[in-house]
């Protein structure tokens, strides 16, 4: 079946320091791929996406690449800040009768001053 | 602003009771879908909608109703029959048409039910 499988957390980084969540994926075909990311008390918001193989997703400084070959979606980012301490999320879209979303367990990310 | 509103933030229910979650969506988006969010378990689907009448079971249903009598609103019934109900609900709206990629999920900010 179809999952996301992610780096379990937390992970602690000092602030300005290079971030990376790893992300796989098990699909059949060729699905997008989403970053989100929840804030304390909130829901989740879309941090990026990716919707076909080498393309490269970015926002607020953060990257992340479809990678076919290696079924991986890995978040990057050179230099957090203390406000992106939150938890990030990936998924990816299938269809059965309808769009659904399937997300992995989430990583939280907490960076120190 | 367009968005979605969920409704109570938090509930307390005694065991035996049902709930009625609230979820209402100003986006005019076709597709709308109730999540369970627990600690260390990501978020697990429950129900989903893509039309107005209609919707379909997620992984984890059992001990849950919906209903989508309205574009808008697509409201979650907590049943007695959910042997652990306490969680953090989340209900999401997304376009549910056109290809994959485009259909970016919308979050309320949660609902938090805990059984006493």
């Known amino acids: 079946g179809n999952s996301v499988t992610q780096m379990e957390g937390p992970v602690t980084l000092s602030e300005e320091a290079f971030l990376t969540i790893n992300c796989t994926y098990t699909a059949t075909g060729y699905p997008s791929l989403f970053w989100y990311v929840q804030y304390p008390g909130e829901g989740l918001q879309l941090l990026l996406k990716?919707?076909?193989?080498?393309d490269k997703g970015s926002n607020k400084g953060f990257e992340a690449t479809y990678r076919k070959e290696t079924t991986s979606f890995h978040l990057e980012k050179g230099s957090v800040q203390v406000s992106d301490s939150a938890v990030y999320f990936c998924?990816?879209?299938?269809?059965?009768?309808?769009?659904?979303?399937?997300f992995g367990a989430g990583t939280r990310l907490f960076v120190k001053a | 602003d367009g968005g979605i509103t969920q409704s109570p933030k938090y509930l307390f229910r005694k065991e035996g009771q049902n709930v009625t979650l609230s979820c209402e969506q100003n986006l005019n988006h076709d597709a709308m879908y109730w999540y369970r969010q627990d600690p260390g378990q990501g978020l697990r689907l429950i129900y989903y909608?893509?039309?107005?009448?209609?919707?379909q079971k997620g992984d984890i249903a059992e001990g849950y109703s919906v209903s989508r009598e309205k574009k808008e609103s697509f409201p979650l019934t907590v049943t007695s029959a959910q042997k652990n109900p306490t969680a953090f609900y989340l209900c999401?709206?997304?376009?549910?048409?056109?290809?994959?990629?485009?259909?970016?999920?919308?979050f309320g900010a949660g609902s938090r039910l805990t059984v006493l």
């Open positions: 998924a990816l879209i299938t269809y059965t009768g309808g769009f659904k979303t399937i």
């Open positions: 909608s893509q039309i107005v009448n209609d919707f």
């Open positions: 990716a919707t076909k193989a080498d």
């Open positions: 999401a709206s997304g376009t549910g048409t056109g290809f994959s990629g485009a259909n970016v999920l919308t």
